[in-house]
Nanobody, 119 residues
Framework: QVQLVESGGGSVQAGDSLRLSCAAS????????MGWFRQAPGKEREFVAS????????YYLDSVKGRFTISRDNTKNTVYLQMNSLEPEDTAVYYC????????????WGQGTQVTVSS
């Protein structure tokens, strides 16, 4: 049974930092592309960042480039999202997701962790 468990969310002030973690189990972690998505109230879920198995290829939503960094530790089956210079617009539920490299669709999802940024 595949499980993705996020942690590290919380309530912070604008300009602060948070690091989200996502621990994966039940899948060959190093073979999967890992991604972070977010969904703000009243909005659709959007892609935030992704990272391929080796960590050498990363992709970001334009609005988080230079502020967020995705990384992974294949020995711990964990993916991270370091979020710096947080803005109120970053407030959302953040979800971890996994997909096979050859598949476009993310088919495993975590339960989400809330990030709230106040001005």
């Amino acid at each position: 049974q595949v499980q993705l468990v996020e942690s590290g969310g919380g309530s912070v002030q604008a300009g602060d930092s948070l690091r989200l973690s996502c621990a994966a189990s039940g899948l060959p972690f190093s073979l999967y592309v890992m991604g972070w998505f977010r969904q703000a109230p009243g909005k659709e879920r959007e892609f935030v960042a992704s990272i391929k198995w080796s960590g050498s290829s990363t992709y970001y939503l334009d609005s988080v480039k230079g502020r967020f960094t995705i990384s992974r530790d294949n020995t711990k089956n964990t993916v991270y999202l370091q979020m710096n210079s947080l803005e109120p617009e970053d407030t959302a539920v953040y979800y971890c997701a996994a997909r096979r490299l050859a598949v476009d669709r993310y088919n495993y999802w975590g339960q989400g962790t809330q990030v709230t940024v106040s001005s």
